[in-house]
Nanobody, 121 residues
Framework: VVQLVESGGGTVQAGGSLRLSCAGS????????MAWYRQAAGQKREGVAF???????RYADSVKGRFTISKDNAKNTHYLQMNSLKPEDTAMYYC???????????????WGQGTQVTVSS
């Protein structure tokens, strides 16, 4: 069973940077689909950045050019580097994982516990 533990949230001024980390454990973690979602107060949870084995990375339009998702299989960790942060990026950020096969993600999703990111203006 894959489990995820997040770290790296905090408060930063607009224009600043933060890096979120998601440490994964369990069989198949390093071969799965990985992503970051966020949920602002009173809003629906939205996908921010995705890595799908065999299909590359993709980003929400709102973060393209500012956020980068990456993974380090040797450390069983995936990351979200967030640059040029804006107040509207303030949200609880969750990492996410699913099994992957032939460029598709399947199975029950696994979620991290969430980490708060607050961007002050």
């Amino acid at each position: 069973v894959v489990q995820l533990v997040e770290s790296g949230g905090g408060t930063v001024q607009a224009g600043g940077s933060l890096r979120l980390s998601c440490a994964g454990s369990g069989r198949y973690y390093d071969t799965g689909c990985m992503a970051w979602y966020r949920q602002a107060a009173g809003q629906k949870r939205e996908g921010v950045a995705f890595i799908t084995p065999g299909a590359g990375t993709r980003y929400a339009d709102s973060v393209k050019g500012r956020f980068t998702i990456s993974k380090d299989n040797a450390k069983n960790t995936h990351y979200l580097q967030m640059n040029s942060l804006k107040p509207e990026d303030t949200a609880m950020y969750y990492c996410w994982w699913r099994h992957a096969s032939a460029g598709n993600c399947y199975g029950e999703p696994v979620w991290g516990q969430g980490t708060q990111v607050t961007v002050s203006s």
